[in-house]
C-alpha cells in the first residue's frame, strides 16, 4: 500500500496478521499523548459497553454504520440479522472489514455519498466527531436528510469534555476567545503512517439538541455512559 496516512487500517490489518498489541499513537491539542490499543476495535457485542449494546438493538431498518472501523459494530448487527453497509474513508480498514466477512463495504467520506438512503445512521465512539466543529455540525445535519428515508433516525454517541478543562479546586478556565471547548485537533501514528492533524468535535447534549431542533430533528437521550458520554436519537420529522 502506497498511502502514508493510514494508520488505522494498517494497524488493523497488523492485528488480523497476528500482530502482538499494536496500538497506534495519539496525540492531541488538549491532552498528552495517549495510545488506542487496536484489539479493542475488535470487540464482540457481548464486550460491548451497555450504550453500544443499545444502540445496536435500536437499528431499524436498512443501517449505514459511518466510520465504521475494524467493522465489530457492522459484525454484531449482521449477526443480529440486520441490513448494514459498513462505511469508512480507510482502505485498510475496508480490507480489514472485507477478510471478516462484513458484507456491504463501501469505501467513501460521508459527505460525498451521494443517491443512497437507508433508515438509521449508526455513529458510535463519537462517530459524530467527523464533524470537526460547529459549523461542519450545522454541515452534516443538513448533508443527513439527503441520507435518510423519511422518519429515518440517526443514533450518534459523544461527550460532554468540559471536565477536561477543570482545575483542581473544581473551577472550569476557558478560553472564550478560542470558540466552543468540545473543538479538539487530533494526530494519529502508526509505525511509518500518520493521519496528519484533523478536527474531531465533542458535543454536549444540550447543545446538540439546539441544533437537532433547529435542523427539524426530534431529539432524544437514550442512555447515559459513565464519562460523560450519551447516546442520543435524532429522527427527522417529516415536512409537509
Known amino acids: 500500500m502506497m498511502e502514508k496516512n493510514d494508520p488505522i487500517g494498517i494497524a488493523v490489518l497488523d492485528y488480523l496478521q497476528g500482530a502482538e498489541d499494536p496500538r497506534i499513537v495519539v496525540e492531541s491539542d488538549l491532552t498528552e499523548d495517549d495510545e488506542m490499543q487496536v484489539y479493542y476495535l475488535f470487540r464482540k457485542f457481548k464486550d460491548m459497553p451497555e450504550l453500544e449494546r443499545i444502540a445496536l438493538e435500536a437499528c431499524q431498518g436498512t443501517t449505514l454504520d459511518v466510520g465504521a472501523g475494524a467493522g465489530c459494530h457492522s459484525l454484531a448487527l449482521q449477526g443480529m440479522g440486520k441490513e448494514v453497509t ?12 472485507q477478510r471478516q466477512g462484513v458484507k456491504r463495504v463501501l469505501r467513501q467520506d460521508v459527505f460525498e455519498l451521494r443517491n443512497q438512503q437507508y433508515d438509521t445512521l449508526l455513529m458510535l465512539m463519537n462517530g459524530i466527531g467527523i464533524a470537526g466543529n460547529l459549523q461542519g455540525l450545522e454541515r452534516f445535519l443538513r448533508h443527513a436528510k439527503s441520507l435518510l428515508k423519511p422518519g429515518g433516525e440517526i443514533l450518534l454517541e459523544s461527550s460532554d469534555i468540559l471536565y477536561m478543562y477543570e482545575e483542581e479546586d473544581g473551577s472550569v478556565l476557558l478560553d472564550l476567545n478560542a470558540g466552543y471547548y468540545g473543538e479538539v485537533r487530533y494526530n494519529m501514528k502508526y ?5 496528519g492533524w484533523f478536527n474531531w468535535l465533542f458535543i454536549d447534549a444540550a447543545i446538540l439538541e439546539d441544533y437537532a431542533v433547529k ?14 458520554n450519551y447516546l442520543a436519537k435524532l429522527t427527522l420529522l417529516k415536512t409537509e
Open 86 to 97: 459498513a462505511l469508512d474513508v480507510s482502505a485498510g480498514a475496508i480490507e480489514a472489514m
Open 191 to 195: 509505525k511509518d503512517q500518520e493521519s
Open 215 to 228: 435542523h427539524g430533528y426530534a431529539f432524544e437521550v437514550l442512555q447515559e455512559g459513565d464519562a460523560g
